[in-house]
């Protein structure tokens, strides 16, 4: 089949290189020129595990390749796929769509023959019913079906979630449109993925409330976090004492310094909006969100109690910046919030990330930035862990305890025993789990 990618950010690259991987011909086009001229270079722009491999092999057998313009590609397509970037819109937290419906119009005009058009973007309910009025009366001699099917991929992972996925949504009710798309996710299907057809709105909730949903997960268990530390309960064990319940599941009950990224705040933040607007309020996630946002700052206040209630004058070293590891990705990560907290707490804040430090630049105040974990502990008051890469999770602590000033850590990810980093001397406080002084 040939595949048309409009956008080639995170999930166009990846989807874009992933169903070029099944056999498909795929273009991926931006707008970028910067962009597309980089991947025809051979550059990835994102940091994404695999990612590269599977491009520089696609590209060399001639299944993938880049276009700054849409026309040509999509004339001669079977299926375009709309991933252009939905940021929140500035004001009101609504879902911006002036890229999609801009790329839509690109796409109608250029289209020629039966076309399916799909929103791989996440775009509010009913996204899919405007696009069809817009090719309806704006281009009434195009052939064109519209197809809801949002993606689930994780960042640092999106490569298995792409080719081993727990389920395809896709939003049509019609004939020709679903047979089209069974063609695409073929591979998928012979794999066993299971493809779920429902009505195109319900395919745009979906994406919405299961974001929402594992949102929602993360607040419960980092408000059970925090009742554990009053009342001397450990958090890991009530998050694997109720996983076990299959009806709960043990995944996403980490808890931690509040959810973060690029999807997780924003679709929140949008599903709010929209059920506001239909007068149906979700009031479970109007109270997540601002859970969430004030728990950022909380954590900030977790590490000044860890400090003896000031960090004024103190260095403070801070491991990991990016919302998760595995990726380069800043957007809404907590450490944006604990670094500020700190800085307005009086202290010298020296960081180190594997993968983030070019992407904090522009978002931390005047912070220190070091080339690892050791160089940032030297005469450190306190080490913070915010994110849970593997290179911070076998730490050298004997190494450590002799370059800090003062042996505390905080771990706000507990992947460490509490025994382990005790033993070394050092004071422990990790989350919803109880803190031991030395
Ligand atoms: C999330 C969803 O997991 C994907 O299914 C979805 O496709 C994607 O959003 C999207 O809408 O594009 P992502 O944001 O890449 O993926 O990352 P997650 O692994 O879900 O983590 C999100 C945040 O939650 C991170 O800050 C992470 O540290 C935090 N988290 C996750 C926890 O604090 N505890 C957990 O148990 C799990």
Known sequence: MRIVMIGSGYVGLVSGACLADFGHHITCVDKSAAKIDALEAGEVPIFEP???????????????????????????????FIAVGTPSRRGDGHADLSYVYAAAREIAASVEGFTVVVTKSTVPVGTGDELERIFREEFPDKDIEVVSNPEFLREGAAISDFKRPDRIVLGTEEPRAIEVMREVYRPLYLNEAPLYFCERRTSELI?????????????FINEIADLCEQIGADVQKVAKGIGMDKRIGDKF???????????????TLALVKTAQDYDSPVRLIETTVAINDNR?????RKVIAACDGSVRGKKIAVLGLTFKPNTDDMRDAPSITIVQALLDGGATVHVYDPEGMDAAKDLLGPVTYGSDAYEIAEGADAVVLITEWDQFRALDFKRLKGLVRTPVLVDLRNIYPTAEVTRHGFSYFAVGKKSEKN
């Open 50 to 80: 695999g990612l590269d491999t599977i491009i520089e092999h696609n590209r060399s057998s001639g299944r993938l390749d880049f276009s700054k313009d849409l026309s040509a590609p999509v004339a001669a397509a079977d299926v375009v």
């Open 207 to 219: 994406k919405y409330a299961a974001n929402a949903f594992l949102a929602m997960k993360i607040t």
């Open 253 to 267: 009950l980490h808890p931690g310094p509040g959810y973060g990224g690029s999807c997780f705040p924003k679709d």
């Open 296 to 300: 950022k700052r909380a954590m900030g």
